[in-house]
């Protein structure tokens, strides 16, 4: 059978109050959906976290928690993330940086490093799209007298005309 995922923790003490009342396993299965092994390996847990329905009946959260998952730590942090941003966001010539130039400047203060796949994905989850600069073009000698004929013309213009 396929594991179905975590179970609820609200579920977890439900199973722990009904063993507490005294109820059988076949009740708690019935009502909870848990097999037997499970409500068992529950109760062992409990205990290995300090519950003890003989000293206190009050059931902790700690009693019933997943244990913390061993793994790789994350490196994208929302300080990190917030860094990226700073970086980016300086002026106009530090917006035009591509997502391995960011790295490279945040990297040095990373512990092991900042990949251009990571400041690419801290962007995205921020809202920023990848867009390419636009610059105008300055006005020409000739355009610009245009414009100045233009304005001067507008200046005698009247709601009469």
Do not use: F
Request: net charge positive.
């Amino acid at each position: 059978m396929a594991p179905r995922g975590p179970h609820d923790n609200g579920t977890r003490i439900q199973v722990l109050t009904l063993l507490q009342e005294g109820q059988t396993i076949d009740y708690i299965k019935e009502k909870t959906k848990y097999s037997k092994s499970t409500i068992y390996e529950l109760l062992k847990r409990a205990k290995a976290r300090g519950y003890d329905p003989e000293k206190d009946s009050r059931i902790l959260l700690a009693y019933v928690e997943d244990a913390p998952r061993i793994g790789r730590p994350k490196k994208l942090t929302e300080a990190i993330e917030q860094l990226i941003i700073d970086t980016i966001s300086k002026n106009s010539t530090t917006r035009e940086l591509s997502t391995a130039k960011i790295a490279a400047i945040v990297s040095p203060l990373v512990k092991g490093g900042l990949s251009d796949r990571s400041v690419h994905r801290a962007l995205c989850r921020r809202g920023y799209k990848p867009v390419k600069p636009t610059k105008k073009p300055g006005l020409t000698e000739a355009n610009k007298i245009t414009r100045l004929k233009w304005c001067l013309d507008y200046e005698h213009w009247t709601l009469d005309d």
